[in-house]
DNA sequence: TTTCATGGATCAGAAACTAAACCATTGCGG
DNA sequence: CCGCAATGGTTTAGTTTCTGATCCATGAAA
């Protein structure tokens, strides 16, 4: 027997590219302010037409996550921080027990890549987690750091030589959508760098056990991260 | 910066159709030989137009797994337990390794899924679960059981209440696409029923342990399968 | 043999997308 | 201050995909 007969929901292609840039703002791969490529050279790089480009760029538009400006110098540029975690803040509060069931997702895929990469990771993947942590520790604001953080668990999730796991982890990212930390401590920040570090240092040794226990304090701060948000908001 | 630009794949509506019937056949919900609704009723639960629909047939039958007859009483029919077999291991003899990465993503997925449902799953899921048991204890064949199986699966992941984590199985379980067991022992057959029923008790009962300790037995038996098959194919 | 549910074929029109041009705006260098 | 050059904004003709409808061909069952 068929199941699950539903209609089909063909996606249009400008559908796609708006998918394809929310997802890097959401998981910080995109920084606020920072400028998309002339609307040309985004549609050469995606294989669509230049009008069909912008209708993606409309819908972002209208959706407040991008802002477009004319001239020389102009074109797309990412909300700024103040507006993106605006954006953030309600996405959670509309549907907190579905950001809840996001991390629990992204916690399950994403430690048990960490325990295959443990075995897995190439010298490409560990090189990709000294690059984020390098950029984590320069990163002088909210934004940068969750980028690097982002870059970070992406290699991880490679490593684990997985396209499925992956994509697992990355949807997850994707679909989260955390706000950018607020008054972010020093010390909080250097105890995260070392959490980073020490998952770093266990995928290079090959300690199963270090890896594990670094993935539970990244997870617990996960947690507690969302918590205290879906808190903050009720 | 933005990250992994490439060309995005708009998928037409055709292709979408032939993704949903192959992976039900995949996973087994299609049985073999049986005729899919006509396809006047099929374009209309999909809400696509004929001629489109028409396509994805099209494709379905260059790949072997449907055959079209015409006149009345015919119609679209899954191929044979031997042909789709037969494509079963084909797939999985062109990439084995790919196969096994699936079964992995399952295997995280499946396990966690069953965790939660352990606390979360409502009586519609158990009573789904029961449903498929009766199917399995009643199917005479190979099909039939897989049938089964898959719908016992499918209804311990949606126990999780977790959308994603249902996703993750639905896709693994679409994506493996094991051929039929060949020569069932009455004895294995019946082994793998008492494991379903006592995943199902263990649910039923919040036993974490048991539920823990069917989902290692059945997973266990899946990476048996995929091996056999892996090796005979090599 | 007739019936009729089914797949097969065709066609006009709608919708999405493309390619290519041209216009409008604006910052920057001369 | 002006004009260049890079950018977004707009228009248009044409292609591809999908739709909706109609009619034809087949073949099992009554």
Known sequence: MLWGLRPLEPKAAYGLAVDLLQRQIHSGLLLPQERLPAERQLSDKFGISRVTLREALRVLETNQYISVRRGA???AFVSDQDRLSQLARRRISRAPAASMRVVEYLVVNQTAAARFAARRRGPAELKKMREALALMRNADDAPRRKQAETLFLLAVADGAQNALLSRGVEDALAELFLPFETAPEAQSVAETVAVYQRLHDALDAENLDDVEG??????????GAIRRITRSAA
Chains 1, 2 share one sequence.
């Open 73 to 75: 110098q102009g074109g």
């Open 214 to 223: 670094a993935m539970d304090v990244l997870n617990a701060r996960l947690w």
